[in-house]
């Protein structure tokens, strides 16, 4: 059991904040130091209140730079563990002519997550357990055979990759406050932004048809089961401008951009996978 | 449409175009338009108001002035985030016209239709990004740049997909260098929406032109040993870019750490 569970150590945004109280509480589970003491008052306000994150740590980073990178970093946790099953000896899911796609990608969400805990030092939450069957622990879910047939973990792949991008581009406001970090994470961003390029074109043989494009069309998916990762994707206004109204077709002008998820839509998507 | 004020223009010896041509100060003003109707054309950003800040500067109407010259220098101001947003729209506009320059050279080319799909898909999303720039910036939008694309063969694909490959790369480390210069949130999002696309451009042009089944589409030539992306300061960015753009651009209020 891990002593901080992934949602005891989100910082509540309001109206985000995936609050658990009744389950934290009957399990028993520990949880982080602040959460604990918010909860004891029994009162979800103040608890809330107390986890305000406006306070700086002592010579650290600031509670909202940290809890912006305890999640990203519970999401390259959920990456890279994904890839490492996948491409550990016990299992033959890759083809060989494609392992270096995946050995390419698996090592980078190695290196995300050894950067992101460098970075956050002791306040690094620890890795979750995952269920990448996508039944919280239950093992039976609709990803049970991932790791046995190639189409499943390609398609599970990509949906990790696409959730990525759009998680990292929906956290990057929060880190204003850090640029070096703000950088840092747009690096990451970008990275993989090329993964889910690679494994989008990988799923449609490298023909580079719709759904298979490195790009997202509208919020097109052939994976069943996603379109909590592609919604929102069809949007061609942009930064109050009508993208149709320049006179582009629908399809390129939903591809040119990619948007962001906030964090409670990415926990949506991912909670699946996660062992609470 | 706004009709299209260009942004900030500054002749070769450093006085702003229009205060040459001027024989008073009345002629002077009367041709760049002050004292008639309103100068102040809204871009859909930034609106015009009284606030020094956000109301357009002499020097940007004067550029009405200055799109005389054929390729007039521009200056971006990374003070503000107008300035940012231009030097992006300064990088689409180069991709944007090379990749016009390829597709119309597809029939002189020895890409196959499958490459030319792709680069045609390509080629859509710059010209969107360019054009969204433009719409957006409206009357702070800088003028249309003059590009050079004379070290291009454009019947050649290695030469094209080398050069598509180079301004991908370009593109993701100038937005992730410039990201930081950003205040507004909303505009620190659109960057994101933007850059994304292009590292998406980045490796899928790497797979034509390394092999789609390779680690080129993130190669170790752009990812470094924590797994992140290229992050380049503007002057690094402008100085790479330089040889593909005729016009000077002029880079203000960049700290010497983050060029």
């Known amino acids: 059991m891990n002593d901080q569970s992934l949602l005891s150590s989100l910082d509540p945004e309001i109206g985000e904040r995936l609050v658990r109280r009744d389950q934290e509480i009957a399990r028993g589970a520990s949880v982080g130091r602040v959460t604990a003491a918010g909860l004891a008052m029994a009162s979800v306000p103040v608890a809330l209140a107390a986890l305000s994150t406006d306070v700086f740590a002592q010579g650290g980073l600031p509670n909202e730079v940290v809890d912006v990178l305890n999640f990203a970093l519970t999401l390259e946790y959920l990456e890279s563990t994904f890839y490492n099953y996948a491409l550990s000896p016990q299992y033959h899911v890759v083809p060989p002519q494609d392992a270096p796609i995946f050995q390419t990608i698996q090592s980078h969400e190695n290196e995300h997550v050894a950067y992101l805990k460098a970075a956050l030092g002791d306040r690094a939450v620890r890795t979750p357990e995952f269920d990448f069957s996508g039944a919280q622990g239950a093992h039976n879910g609709p990803f049970h055979d991932v790791f046995f047939v190639y189409d499943k973990f390609t398609a599970l792949s990509q949906a990790f990759e696409d959730t990525g991008v759009r998680a990292y581009k929906g956290q990057a406001p929060f880190l204003r406050g850090v640029k070096p970090i703000l950088t840092a994470a747009l690096q990451i961003h970008a990275v993989e932004a090329r993964h889910a390029s690679a494994v989008r074109r990988l799923r449609g043989n490298f023909q580079d048809l719709v759904p298979n494009r490195g790009w997202i069309t509208d919020n097109t998916t052939d994976v069943p089961g996603t379109a909590a990762v592609y919604a929102g994707e069809q949007n061609v206004f942009q930064g109050g401008v009508d993208i149709l109204a320049l006179h582009f077709r629908t399809g390129d002008a939903t591809e040119a951009f990619d948007e962001p998820l906030t964090r409670a839509e990415v926990l949506a998507i991912a909670s699946p996978f996660i062992i609470p | ?259």
């Open chain 2, 1 to 259: 449409m706004p009709p299209d004020v260009a942004g900030q223009v500054i002749g070769r010896d450093g006085l702003p175009e229009g205060a040459r041509r001027a024989a008073n100060r009345r002629e002077f003003l009367r041709a760049v338009g002050i004292g008639g109707a309103a100068l102040c054309v809204p871009g859909l950003l930034a609106g015009c108001s009284d606030n020094p800040s956000t109301a357009p500067s002499l020097s940007h109407v004067l550029g009405a002035v200055g799109a005389r010259s054929s390729t007039p220098a521009v200056m971006l101001d990374f003070g503000s985030d107008l300035g940012v947003l231009n030097y992006a729209y300064a990088l689409e506009q180069l991709e944007a016209a090379f990749y016009t320059r390829v597709k119309t050279s597809f029939p002189d080319a020895d890409m196959d239709g499958h490459e030319q799909n792709v680069l045609r898909q390509v080629w859509a999303h710059e010209v969107i990004h360019a054009a969204f720039f433009k719409a957006a910036l409206g009357a702070h939008a800088i003028p249309a740049l003059t590009p050079n694309f004379s070290a291009v063969n454009f019947r050649d694909r290695t030469s094209v997909l080398t050069t598509a490959r180079t301004f991908e790369d370009l593109g993701v480390a100038a937005y992730n260098g410039a990201a930081q210069f950003l205040a507004s949130a909303s505009y620190l999002t659109l960057a994101g929406k933007i850059v994304a696309v292009e590292a998406r451009h980045a490796a899928a042009i790497r797979g034509l032109l390394f092999g789609d089944r390779t680690p080129a589409f993130a190669g170790s030539d752009v990812i470094d040993s924590h797994g992140r992306d290229r992050a380049l300061g503007p002057a690094t960015v402008l100085e790479m870019a330089g040889p593909f753009i005729v016009n000077t651009i002029t880079l203000v209020n960049v700290p010497a750490t983050m060029a």
